[in-house]
């Protein structure tokens, strides 16, 4: 099982990147896949969660900003970030697989079971 990551880098506030994970294939048919980020001295969020054929979820502090998909053909996950803020360095993980919460409220909470090793992300000011 392996997750891949790529399409970090430096940018500048207000600008765009997308990431990119792709699925080894070895993960069987996951009903969710996500992503998550660590900035320095904090702990890991959750930032964008998605089903395979569903909609995604956002954390409050990127939401209207960063979209997350996923590409079936090719087994690609993607968050697409735009209007980056300097609050938003920090390394971004993809995750898959695992168990996503939801409430009515619109609060969701993701325990995934595979994770990504990771790429910096850093929004210059």
């Known amino acids: 099982v392996q997750l891949l990551e790529s399409g970090g880098g430096s940018v500048q506030a207000g600008g765009s990147l997308r990431l990119s994970c792709k699925d080894s294939g070895d993960i069987p048919s996951s009903r969710c896949m996500g992503w998550f980020r660590q900035a320095p001295g904090q702990e890991r969020e959750g930032v964008a969660v998605?089903?395979?054929?569903?909609?995604?979820r956002y954390s409050d502090s990127v939401q209207g900003r960063f979209t997350i998909s996923y590409d079936s053909s090719v087994k690609i996950m993607y968050l697409q970030m735009n209007s980056l803020k300097p609050e938003d360095t920090a390394i971004y993980y993809c995750?898959?697989?695992?168990?996503?919460?939801?409430?009515?409220?619109?609060?969701?909470?993701?325990?995934?079971?595979?994770w990504g090793q990771g790429v910096q992300v850093t929004v210059l000011s």
């Open positions: 995750a898959a697989d695992g168990r996503l919460s939801t409430e009515s409220s619109g609060a969701w909470s993701y325990a995934p079971s595979y």
């Open positions: 998605t089903t395979r054929h569903g909609v995604g």
